[in-house]
């Protein structure tokens, strides 16, 4: 009987490791069917298995001798092994866990860039930089020209942190290496450009695209880092509350309708609705169609059909959704509604037998009618076909390793009990090596969920206030975007001063 090591069952393709005594025996499945192939054991070293999902390590001997080692950022291996079993492996880097602290790579990093001497290779510094901010989970790095010296800086967990100052030299020469590589003029520098570039070193496959901005000092840049290998996460991962997830599940379960996220840019619209996406092709057993329309394309997923907005060849939003329906799709990702011409399509595909996801700017589940309206839309056409509003934010987890147990504040006993909630145990931000001195760890997601009844449905159709709608919602029992935070703190995931800033009292 062989010994189970490892399964992933809900991921697009399902991945089971088994032990038969004799080899490792990797069985994936997928849509087609299983396939299976499997590693003799005694050409394995060592298999771990980091929490779930696809994070697991395997160090093998590859013939030559010399060994593979697999998971975190060594995606090179990965593919070399994928290979080796028929692309049965799949490993990626694991969303959230950080190879280093930003302690480390700050002195790693003040100790490079610091002291470059006057010849320096500036692709060197630019693969260096990139695999620091790649380390610490960053998803952009700021270059920022000072009166002094150049700032260096990544986007962690949504906030900035200083890495690095270069001086105004090696600040040039680094920046117009950078603009070469993404193919933008270097000698243009009073107006904003836009360009990419694809990194593929040290393991890592990234598209990083790369925004430049005039400002006093001298052209700021900014490097958004995209991984093609970045894992999407399940629904059950995201933060939902089990009353809002069973809710949402549902609503997304439905086969026609419009799905509607909003909230700022980057408050984790693209994960939820993937995650939504990879729901419901599992449930499906990958017999649905499911085509995008997006810009940027985040995730890579072979399964879904793809398409990247390019407007420069006119193919925008309006135009790639009215091609995608000749694809016969069941499920539409459409990125965002932007002009009254994308919402109509949208809508009026929601009403056919479609399901469609999208996001929109609002401030708020409510927001999104009114935003809809504006854009050209008949009232009972927008409440008739959005099915389900969902606002969303990112909250900062507090450390794990430095939490501090203390008194709650009076104003959250008092909120937590309008919201039926009380705080067992209240913890609040320290700080330690670990968390780089922040009290802060990761994020997750804070939500509110509108599924609109008959009810609300006629007050959006009529143009009852919003404060009508708000306080007959809140008799159902819905629960806004501030009492989930609320619940948050009751478990101890954040404290009364994180919320107060993504999610302050008079936000809705
Ligand atoms: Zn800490």
């Known amino acids: 009987m062989p010994t189970l090591i490892y399964e992933s069952k809900n991921f697009l393709n399902g991945i089971r490791i088994e032990n038969d005594g004799d080899s490792l025996v990797f069985t994936r499945k997928n849509i087609s069917g299983e396939t299976k192939s499997s590693v003799k054991l005694s050409q394995v070293r060592k298999i771990s298995v980091e929490k779930s999902m696809l994070s697991y390590s395997l160090i093998i001997d590859r013939e030559e001798g010399s060994p593979i080692s697999l998971g975190g950022f060594e995606c090179k291996a990965v593919?070399?092994?994928?290979?080796?079993?028929?692309?049965?492996?799949?490993?990626?880097?694991?969303?959230?866990?950080?190879?280093?602290?930003?302690?480390?790579?700050?002195?790693?990093?003040?100790?490079?860039?610091?002291?470059?001497?006057?010849?320096?290779?500036?692709?060197?510094?630019i693969t260096y930089i990139i695999t620091q901010a790649v380390r610490l989970d960053s998803s952009d790095i700021h270059i920022t020209p000072k009166k002094e010296a150049a700032l260096i800086q990544f986007r962690i967990d949504g906030l900035l942190q200083e890495i690095a100052r270069l001086d105004n030299e090696n600040y040039s020469r680094l920046t117009a290496a950078v603009k070469n590589r993404a193919k933008l003029p270097s000698y243009k520098k009073s107006v904003p450009q836009d360009g990419s570039f694809h990194f593929d070193d040290e393991g890592l496959n990234l598209d990083i695209r790369c925004a430049t901005i005039p400002t006093l000092h001298g052209e700021k840049l900014v490097l958004r880092i995209l991984s093609t290998a970045k894992t999407p996460l399940f629904l059950d991962d995201l933060g939902f509350s089990p009353e809002i997830l069973s809710a949402y599940k549902k609503a997304i379960s439905e086969p026609q309708g419009c799905i509607v996220l909003t909230g700022p840019a980057g408050s984790g619209k693209t994960t939820t609705i993937f995650a939504s996406l990879i729901h419901i092709y599992n449930n499906f057993s990958g017999t649905i169609n499911i085509a995008t329309i997006e810009d940027p394309v985040e995730y890579i997923l072979d399964e879904f059909q793809q398409t990247q907005v390019q407007p420069v060849t006119g193919l925008t939003f309006a135009a790639g959704l009215k091609s995608l329906l000749r694809l016969d799709p069941d499920i539409i990702?459409?990125?965002?509604?932007?002009?009254?011409?994308?919402?109509?399509?949208?809508?009026?595909?929601?009403?056919?037998?479609?399901?469609?996801?999208?996001?929109?700017?609002?401030?708020?589940t409510l927001g999104v009618f009114p935003r809809l309206i504006e854009m050209d839309m008949k009232p009972g056409l927008v409440s008739s076909s959005v099915t389900a509003s969902l606002y969303q934010r990112l909250i900062r987890k507090l450390c794990e390793k430095?939490?501090?147990?203390?008194?709650?504040?009076?104003?959250?006993?008092?909120?937590?009990?309008?919201?039926?909630?009380?705080?067992?145990?209240?913890?609040?931000?320290?700080?330690?090596?670990?968390?780089?001195?922040?009290?802060?760890?990761?994020r997750t997601g804070v939500f509110e969920l509108l599924i609109p009844d008959d009810t609300v449905r006629d007050m959006i159709m009529t143009g009852v206030s919003r404060q009508k709608i708000n306080e007959y919602c809140r008799s159902k029992g819905m629960k806004f975007l501030r009492d989930d935070a609320i619940r948050r703190i009751c478990e101890g995931v954040t404290d009364y001063s994180e919320i107060g800033r993504v999610c302050p009292t008079g936000n809705f």
């Open 402 to 442: 430095c939490k501090k147990e203390a008194e709650p504040p009076a104003e959250l006993i008092r909120e937590a009990a309008t919201a039926g909630l009380k705080p067992e145990t209240y913890y609040t931000a320290v700080g330690c090596p670990e968390c780089s001195g922040s009290g802060y760890s990761g």
């Open 333 to 364: 990702l459409v990125g965002e509604i932007r002009d009254p011409e994308t919402a109509q399509i949208a809508v009026r595909t929601a009403l056919t037998g479609h399901l469609i996801f999208t996001t929109l700017h609002a401030r708020d």
């Open 79 to 125: 593919e070399e092994i994928s290979r080796n079993l028929g692309s049965l492996v799949e490993i990626k880097a694991e969303g959230g866990k950080k190879r280093g602290t930003p302690d480390e790579v700050r002195k790693g990093a003040a100790a490079i860039l610091e002291s470059l001497s006057g010849d320096f290779d500036p692709r060197h510094i």
